[in-house]
């Protein structure tokens, strides 16, 4: 397996290649109009934002992917891949169009907001003059594909006979050019043999990338409410083995047991699986929160909502976990909470860590966010440093103290709050560190730190669930 930042060779046997468009330039279509360019398609990105445009175009990710900004580049060189906001050349460039625009959740609800992909689908089939096929990745509701496959038969000038087929995607922000390049497995559907055979070669390039490295990527081709299905059943699945662990590490607490030690022992069964049971202060991002709480809701509006009672219960536990943390700190420092939640005022917080995940910029909903917050609202003085993640949280949380060293952060701190297992903030030494601070004082958020390091060096040390 390569990592994220190694480049594929482009392969040489370029058979079959249909022209590509990605269909919203986010995270998600631009990395993959990146990556497919990197495979040798032809690729047009297209978003109705001039200015994200204007930046990919002229060799700016605006937004951080490790490795992204070198693969657009060349890729920018190679001819293959352009942007635009043109609609009419999207139409008649590419014969396969991926939508890739934001689902987002509805505002005062738990279900999701659709309206960018209508908007994207309706544009695009008023403007086409050929039959092509419009392939789903967005993150969506079951039943989607044929609510678009009605908008295009309402739109698209009906001799054409366009279809919609889909096929989620998998990406992991921080690993995203290796999820879309050596992907674990494609699930795609198609509605016809003619739609098949065009997904098979959309996706020859990666098969080829597979073959030349000896890999195998097993696909699943299915039907369409299946392929909708699978992108939400895996993210459930993963929420629930993180909000398991993090129950387990509620009962370590009380029990001196030690939660990390307690996953390695059953991740060892194979069974179980030792990835994603990193206990700690739960997960967050653009997609595991919304994604629950959709599939919840759309549960429940197919008849089937009880039998997803839990995974509201999973969402719950998971938002418990920021008080619980701020709970920890006001422990941590003497100051206990009394039934208003604790008085931190006059603690100088060092806090380490503002986006959702390490190696992203991305502060959609995150925990370590939402408990600086909290931190604040409890009067603390949080001081927040992050490498990648400044700018996005001064605009989202104006409240706390920005600085751009972690030196300046821990200056004078009664207390460092280590949250996002950033590399930076893995390898922090106890004893450098200690010179800093006013008090030795540390929350391991992370749960990244051997706490007999940190305590024989004078540390008061507390994780999470150990
Ligand atoms: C997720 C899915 O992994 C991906 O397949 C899907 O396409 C999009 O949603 P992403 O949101 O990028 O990807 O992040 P991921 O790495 O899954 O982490 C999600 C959250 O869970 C983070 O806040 C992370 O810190 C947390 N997490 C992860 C844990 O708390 N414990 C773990 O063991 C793993």
């Not at 891949?81 to 689902?103: E, K, M, P, S, W």
């Not at 030690?258 to 997960?283: E, K, M, Q, S, T």
């Not at 009394?338 to 502060?363: E, H, M, N, Q």
């Not at 560190?433 to 540390?459: C, K, T």
């Amino acid at each position: 397996m390569g990592n994220a930042t190694q480049s594929p060779e482009t392969p040489q046997n370029t058979t079959t290649r249909p022209r590509i468009s990605f269909l919203g330039c986010g995270y998600l279509g631009a990395t993959y109009a990146i990556c497919f360019a990197e495979l040798g398609y032809e690729v047009v990105g297209y978003d109705v934002d001039a200015e994200k445009i204007d930046s990919f175009s002229t060799g700016t990710v605006p937004f951080h992917e490790p490795g992204l900004p070198e693969l657009l580049k060349k890729n920018l060189e190679s001819g293959r891949l352009r942007f635009t906001t043109d609609v009419q050349a999207v139409a008649d460039f590419a014969d396969v169009h991926f939508i890739c625009v934001g689902t987002p959740q509805r505002a005062g609800e738990h279900g999701a907001d659709l309206s960018y992909i209508e908007a994207a689908v309706t544009d695009l089939s008023r403007h086409l003059s050929r039959k092509v096929l419009i392939v789903g990745k967005s993150t969506v509701p079951v039943g989607t594909a044929t609510w678009v496959q009605e908008i295009v038969d309402r739109n698209a000038p009906a001799d054409l006979g366009v279809e919609v087929g889909w096929s989620p995607e998998f990406l992991q922000e921080s690993n995203a050019m290796h999820d879309v390049l050596r992907p674990n497995r494609i699930v795609y559907a198609a509605q016809s043999e003619w739609a098949s055979k065009l997904l098979k070669d959309v996706h020859r390039g990666i098969m080829e990338l597979a073959a030349v490295e000896d890999r195998e990527v097993p696909v699943v081709e299915t039907d369409l409410a299946t392929a909708e299905l699978v992108k939400v059943a895996a993210n459930a699945f993963l929420s629930t083995k993180i909000s398991f662990i993090n129950a387990m590490a509620d009962l370590c607490e009380v029990t001196g047991g030690d939660v990390a030690d307690l996953a390695r022992a059953i991740g060892y069964d194979n069974r179980i699986g030792n990835r994603f049971l990193r206990a700690g202060i739960g997960f967050g991002g653009g997609c595991l929160p919304k994604d629950i709480r959709a599939l919840t809701a759309r549960a429940g509006e197919l008849g089937v909502g009880e039998s997803f009672r839990f995974l509201g219960e999973v969402d719950q536990l998971n938002t418990r976990r920021r008080t619980h943390t701020v709970g920890i700190i006001a422990d941590l420092v003497g100051r206990p909470s009394g039934p208003a939640g604790p008085d931190l005022s006059g603690v100088r917080v060092a806090y380490l860590g503002a986006t959702f995940k390490p190696d992203t910029d991305d502060i959609r909903d995150s925990p370590a966010l939402a408990i600086a917050r909290k931190l604040r609202a409890s009067r603390a003085d949080v001081v927040v440093y992050d490498p990648e993640g400044l700018d996005n949280a001064k605009s989202y949380a104006p409240e706390l103290s920005y600085v751009k060293t972690l030196a300046e952060a821990v200056e004078g701190a009664d207390v460092v709050c280590a949250m996002v297992p950033w590399e930076e903030f893995r390898t922090l030494d106890p004893e450098a560190l200690g010179q800093q601070v006013a008090e030795r004082r540390i929350l391991d958020g992370m749960n990244a730190f051997y706490p007999e390091q940190w305590v024989s060096h004078g540390w008061t040390y507390r994780g999470i669930g150990r």
